[in-house]
């Protein structure tokens, strides 16, 4: 995927044109346009395992986690400076905005994020012990507005964190993109990418929804 990217250090053009190119690839897989990867060259890997890949989360219970996917999805969750923007990547008719219109969402979330840090950091709740977080996720959905934003960032196609805070190496970056800052991942997502404010992204990957496809 970086090969198809413009070489840029600006973060805001990064996260564009990535957002822009991984939804392009979704609608591509969806359509059963992209060609199954073959398992040591013979063995074809099931496709299917997009449909998890986008918009997959896991739900946590108290006895079992519940795998959902979200594929019919029409949009992302933005995450800058602790607070949640939800941004639609696909119109009424399901077909891609041009990514000038992505950058400028993006650009207007950093506007709106200002320079506060939000204490309500809730993403840190999903690295706790799957039980002790089922139990927090359920006493959170009683309330309407949490149970909104909740919903909608378990729907996302995919989530995209807009770091703040600088890495200045790769070792840096990797822990960031691995653990976090230990609130600032939802780990039950399946795709997550986090871009630094130089421009470096990473990914945080939740396997499960497609293990075994």
């Known amino acids: 995927m970086d090969a198809c990217l413009q070489k840029t250090n600006h973060q805001v053009d990064k996260a564009a044109e990535y957002i822009w190119q991984m939804i392009r690839f979704l609608l591509k897989a969806s359509k059963g346009k992209i060609e199954n990867i073959l398992n040591q060259g013979v063995v074809p890997f099931d496709s299917y395992y997009y449909n998890h890949l986008f918009g997959g989360c896991r739900i946590p219970h108290e006895e079992c986690d519940e795998l959902k996917s979200h594929p019919n999805s029409r949009h992302i969750t933005v995450l800058r400076k602790g607070k949640y923007f939800k941004v639609e990547v ?124």
Not at 167 to 189: E, L, Y
């Open 90 to 213: 696909l119109d009424n008719r399901g077909e891609l905005i041009p990514v000038r219109q992505i950058k400028e969402k993006i650009q207007y979330i950093m506007n709106l994020a200002g320079d506060l840090e939000d204490e309500r950091l809730i993403a840190g709740l999903t690295a706790q012990e799957r039980t002790i977080w089922a139990e927090q996720r359920k006493v959170l959905m009683r309330k309407a507005v949490n149970k909104e934003t909740i919903e909608a960032i378990e729907s996302s196609l995919l989530i995209v964190y807009l770091e703040n805070e600088p890495a200045n190496d790769i070792t840096q970056r990797s822990s960031v993109c691995m653990v976090g800052r230990g609130n600032n991942i939802w780990f039950d997502k399946v795709i997550n990418i986090i871009i630094f404010p130089d421009a470096h992204m990473g990914h945080n990957i939740e396997h499960s929804c497609m293990d075994a496809t």
